[in-house]
């Protein structure tokens, strides 16, 4: 047979008599439960929220990063190539423009999406953009 340990609260970690231990699991009383579970419940929202924001921002990185790599070649107005931030993309007059690509995470959120709407663009150079 098991011999049965002696077992604290989880909240004000005093010893258990067993009968209690039978009525509220791991408290001494329904206080004691309620006050580890608001801390619980604190860290526990805390510790969500701190993974929520960092998986959208390495999700966000990931899609700059996709739309910074096809910035590279040149510009179908003027043929030049240029560094990736004085490349851009613009719209063909054909297509329907949702945002601008370099919105497109904000508005759109999935590369999916992204790669969609830079399918509708031209590459092009931030001096040509202006020309235009
Ligand atoms: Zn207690
Ligand atoms: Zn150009």
Redesign the pocket.
């Known amino acids: 047979m098991k011999k049965e340990a002696t077992h604290y609260c989880k909240f004000c970690k005093e010893p258990l008599p067993p009968s209690t231990k039978e009525k509220r699991g791991s408290y001494c009383d329904l206080n004691c439960y309620r006050a580890q579970q608001k801390i619980y419940m604190r860290t526990y929202r805390k510790k969500h929220l701190g993974l929520l924001r960092e998986k959208q921002k390495s999700r966000y990185v990931e899609c700059q990063e996709m739309i910074e790599g096809m910035k590279k070649g040149p ?1 179908v ?2 043929g ?1 190539s240029f560094a990736g931030e004085a490349m851009t993309f613009m719209h063909r007059p054909d297509e329907t423009k949702v945002c601008e690509v370099e919105r497109a995470f904000a508005v759109l959120g999935g590369k999916t999406q992204i790669l969609a709407e830079i399918s509708k663009c031209d590459l ?2 931030r ?2 953009r202006k020309i235009v």
């Open positions: 510009c107005l003027c030049g092009v150079c001096n040509c």
